[in-house]
């Protein structure tokens, strides 16, 4: 019958310590969670400044309730662009520092709506290998043709650039990557795209709040130019603490993607609480030099504890510190014995990250203490 194949897919993939199973929190999202009734430390939330449950955030959502309403009612191109997502979307692009901004249901939207709308057939798009799944099924959906360069390799790139005979060439990179932590060269990719006529698009899910200053994302944090072809993607459902994401750029390019974004046309507009919310974030996200700090001061308490470890840190000045172990089975094991001790860090697998580099991968907020991270360290250390 046609679900046997199912199960005996899903069988394999237990069996090869790739089954996904999920957990249920019973707590809102912070640093200790609770699930099964057990209390732990979290170091799964890319909530990295720690607003999610934020009092002036759920105050600021509240009163969008009661402004707004709960539902915007249609697409926004139909009836559904409410004066507050006009207003989050000129306080975005005044952030960010590009003429105008376009907001996204999704991070996965956005790619999925940019990539297409500016590439297609006998266009080439030139994607750093470890892109986000979002970044390569975007370009799966403009049928461009595909160059992935190696990781955060500008020589490379530059190769493939100069042979290419495409019509219209487009760069597309993560910021911070995911899984790893560290950053793109976005100079270098900058440099490129100006001496080779190519958009960049850059997607700064984990740099955007985090990085640069008053946490204007990755751009600022190089001193970049807003430059007619650099496209930023940020997301605002990790340090923003709500949910939702956004494109920002040149003007034209903006208006080019609203009439031809699928992602952005086609889909009924955000709740106009969370644009609420998110315009109260974005002003305690430039007030957060303090909870920049101290994360940047977890990050460098981890890395020194575990430094004379047999475990081998990705090179990450990030909050995202993938811990890498390469087996499966095994990185499932000391997932599973970390969790038994009180602290849930995820283990992460394949397809997500290349084969042989399962790895934990722990993710620090600011609304993390110090002694949660000193209970991590000892906690390895001890199962080193």
């Known amino acids: 019958m046609i679900w046997d194949e199912l199960d005996s897919e899903l069988g394999a993939l237990e069996h090869a310590g790739l089954r996904r199973t999920r957990r249920t929190l019973e707590r809102p999202c912070g640093p200790e969670a609770q699930s099964g009734g057990r ?51 000129a306080k975005l692009a005044t952030f960010t520092g590009f003429a105008r901004a376009l ?67 487009l760069i597309l990179t993560d910021a911070v990557f995911s899984m790893d932590g560290d950053l793109a060269p976005l100079p270098e990719l900058l440099e490129l795209a100006e001496r080779f006529d190519a958009w960049l698009v850059v997607d700064d899910a984990h740099g955007f709040g985090v990085l640069g200053p008053q946490g204007r994302g990755s751009v600022a944090h190089f001193a970049l130019p807003a430059t007619r072809r650099l496209v930023y993607m940020g997301t605002l459902g990790k340090a923003a603490g709500v949910a939702g994401a956004f494109v920002a750029g040149d003007a034209t390019v903006i208006e080019w993607l609203v009439q031809h974004a699928r992602t952005y046309i086609f889909t009924t507009a955000s709740s106009p609480i969370l644009a609420c919310a998110l315009t109260a974030s974005l002003d305690l996200i430039a007030g957060a030099d303090a909870r920049r700090e101290h994360l940047q001061r977890l990050v460098s308490e981890l890395r020194e504890g575990l430094g004379d470890t047999r475990w081998r840190l990705q090179p990450s000045p990030t909050a995202i510190q993938p811990v890498i172990i390469g087996d499966n089975h095994e990185t499932l094991r000391i997932a599973d014995a970390l969790f038994e001790r009180g602290l849930w860090v995820p283990a992460i697998r394949p397809p997500t990250v290349p084969r042989g580099t399962a790895r934990l991968r722990v993710s620090l907020s600011a609304a993390h203490q110090a002694e949660h991270v000193a209970r991590l360290v000892d906690a390895l250390r001890d199962l080193a």
């Open 103 to 169: 907001l996204f249901s999704t991070g996965y939207m956005a790619n999925l709506g940019v990539v297409p709308s500016l590439v297609g057939r006998n266009d080439a798009v030139f994607s750093d290998r470890l892109n986000h799944a979002s970044l390569i099924d975007s370009v799966l959906l403009a049928r461009a043709e595909n160059q992935r360069y190696p990781h955060a390799d500008p020589a490379a790139l530059e190769g493939l650039l100069a042979a290419s005979r495409a019509r219209r060439k």
């Open 39 to 89: 209390r732990l430390i979290s170091f799964c939330s890319n909530d990295y400044l720690g607003l999610a449950s934020d009092p002036r955030l759920i105050e600021a959502a509240c009163a969008g309730a009661r402004a707004w309403g709960v539902g915007s009612g249609a697409s926004h191109l139909v009836s559904g662009h409410l004066g507050a997502h006009a207003e989050l979307e």
